[in-house]
């Protein structure tokens, strides 16, 4: 068991630009959850999957925004046009959806930390 | 989503215990309380949840009121690296508002002196 991991760690990018994060979980976890947290606030919900199937999205992610889960193994996700306001650390969480969500234990990644000039 | 209220931050002394208390008046009555903590510069880690009696692990105890409108995580002998961000979170059962996502507030800063 390696963890949550995401890549980049840091990615710094100019204001319009495309970026895009991968998130690898924990093998075997078929629930994968994307967070946003900027500085001095608890991480905020973007949208989560249950194997390849998107089932919710926040209000938060705009247009530009976009997560995919092929295969229900790694996640991506892509922000087009970047603007300086979604600078922050994206949170990338897996859990072994068996119990419900009750009894769910999230694993986060370390995040990637996206900086638009 | 039932609403979970925290200190902003709360301080320490090493190996003194920690009460980190947590009020969420709205609990539902299928509702678990979860507590996940934030060291600086790393993602959010799981930390303990209960629903009625209080709980126990490695990490952490958590004290659960009769009548579920409180609840307080402990910390038997806080160390260093407990220095964390630790967030109490309400987590429903399938079919209620909560199912699906973790909601975080803006949690208590625990720093702890050496």
């Known amino acids: 068991d390696t963890g949550v991991s995401q890549d980049p760690r840091h990615k710094i990018t100019k204001r319009g630009q495309n970026v895009t994060f991968r998130c690898d979980p924990i093998s075997e976890h078929n629930r994968l959850y994307w967070y946003r947290q900027t500085l001095g606030q608890g991480p905020e919900f973007l949208t989560y999957f249950q194997n390849e199937a998107q089932l919710e999205k926040s209000r938060l992610l705009s247009d530009r925004f976009s997560a995919e889960r092929p295969k229900g193994s790694f996640s991506t996700l892509e922000i087009q046009r970047t603007e300086q306001g979604d600078s922050a650390m994206y949170l990338c969480?897996?859990?072994?959806?068996?119990?419900?969500?009750?009894?769910?234990?999230?694993?986060f990644g370390s995040g990637t930390q996206l900086s638009v000039l | 989503d039932a609403k979970t209220t925290q200190p902003n931050s709360m301080e320490s002394n090493e190996e003194e215990p920690v009460h980190l208390p947590c009020n969420h008046s709205?609990?539902?009555?299928?509702?678990?309380i979860h507590w996940y903590r934030q060291l600086p510069s790393q993602g959010p880690e799981y930390v303990i949840h209960g629903l009625t009696s209080n709980v126990n692990n490695r990490m952490a105890s958590l004290a659960i009121a009769e009548d579920r409108k409180s609840s307080t995580l402990i910390l038997h002998r806080a160390t260093l690296r407990d220095a964390a961000v630790y967030y109490c979170?309400?987590?429903?059962?399938?079919?209620?508002?909560?199912?699906?996502?973790?909601?975080f507030g803006q949690g208590t800063i625990l720093t702890v002196h050496p």
């Open positions: 979170i309400l987590r429903g059962n399938a079919g209620g508002t909560s199912y699906g996502k973790l909601t």
């Open positions: 709205t609990i539902s009555g299928t509702d678990y």
């Open positions: 969480a897996s859990s072994p959806w068996t119990t419900g969500a009750a009894n769910e234990k999230l694993f």
